[in-house]
């Protein structure tokens, strides 16, 4: 009984944190259903007439953020008045990057529409969030609509893939994905390369193994689940933008995103990467992440 009841605990302990993640996001889509039925809303989810109820949930996942990961969002002054292409790694699960739309809006009152997989719209009981949000699977007509109408667009290339099968090496698993350089060619708009720091000590998985690497590239559902959750010091860096050229190719701008964005190899002069080599341990270290929290020094 004692073993098993140890056992239960530290299963508990360590899903527990991603557990009440979900929870608050259920919770914000029941939010966002009674607000729509309190004031009878009807309008598009991307309008204004939502503003309000999206401050209301921004507010709370900002607080969440200073209490649980001390959030600070660096460079907010790279991102472009009209629209672009934000280019992000993903982490074992994406809060820091419900930390970053939630900042953003709170600062700039700002939209960014976020390119989800699939995946995401078979989950049951979030559609109005989605909407109200942004998320969207992300064709490229979608896209160029929604860079056409002044929006900012988010993506991970790497996406499930790299949430699931990058550790704290930090290392980008984009395939051969491309498709959001041809789209910044063609809505001829920037990309800006934004990351955050220790996102791995925060949460992680379970070491790869070869049976769910095959079942994920068999059925692309996310069968592993994240684990973590520890208070480590979050910092979401959006480097300087990289400007649409006409004289550029797609395999260009793909390689010049995957080095300004390819943070942790240190192999590149950007200003992202330097902020990088000043405040990223790789491999990466939770104890060194959690003692961030104490760092009055950094700027």
């Known amino acids: ?102 900042r953003l809006f709170l600062w700039k009152k700002r939209l960014c529409l976020s390119v989800a997989d699939h995946f995401v719209f078979r989950l049951p009981g979030l559609k109005l969030l989605l909407e109200v949000t942004g998320v969207m699977p992300g064709t490229r007509e979608e896209c160029l609509i929604a860079l056409k109408n002044g929006h900012l667009v988010s ?61 994920y590239e ?6 592993t689940p994240p684990y973590g959750g520890l208070p480590v010091k979050f910092r979401t860096y959006i480097g300087e933008p990289i400007p649409y050229d006409p004289n550029i190719t797609t395999e260009e701008l793909v390689e010049k995103v995957c080095k300004g964005n390819f943070l942790f190899s240190f192999q590149t002069k950007t200003a992202v990467q330097a902020l990088i080599s000043k405040h990223q341990t790789i491999p990466g270290s939770i104890w060194k992440a959690l003692l961030e929290r104490f760092d009055k020094h950094h700027k």
């Not at 007439?49 to 209301?56: H, I, L, Q, S």
């Not at 699931?164 to 959001?180: A, I």
């Not at 068999?218 to 069968?223: G, H, N």
């Open 218 to 223: 068999s059925t692309r559902l996310p069968f």
């Open 1 to 102: 009984i004692v073993i098993a009841s140890l056992t239960m605990s530290a299963i508990l302990f360590v899903f527990i944190v991603p557990l009440t993640i979900l929870f608050f996001i259920y919770l914000s889509n029941i939010l966002l259903l009674i607000y729509q039925r309190n004031s009878e809303v009807k309008a598009d989810p991307l309008s204004e007439v939502w503003d309000n109820a999206r401050k209301t949930i921004a507010s709370f996942w900002d607080i969440y953020a200073r209490i649980w990961h001390g959030y600070e969002l660096h460079g907010v002054e790279n991102l472009p008045e009209g629209p672009g292409i934000l280019v992000y790694y993903h982490g074992a699960i994406p809060i820091d990057y419900l930390y970053f739309l939630s």
């Open 155 to 215: 993506i991970s290339p790497g996406g499930v893939r790299e949430a699931l099968f990058s550790d704290e090496s930090y290392q980008l698993l984009w395939g051969n994905r491309k498709g959001f350089a041809q789209v910044a060619l063609d809505a001829k708009v920037p990309i800006i390369p934004m990351y955050t720091q220790n996102v791995r000590e925060g949460y992680r998985m379970f070491k790869e193994r070869r049976f769910f690497r095959q079942l």
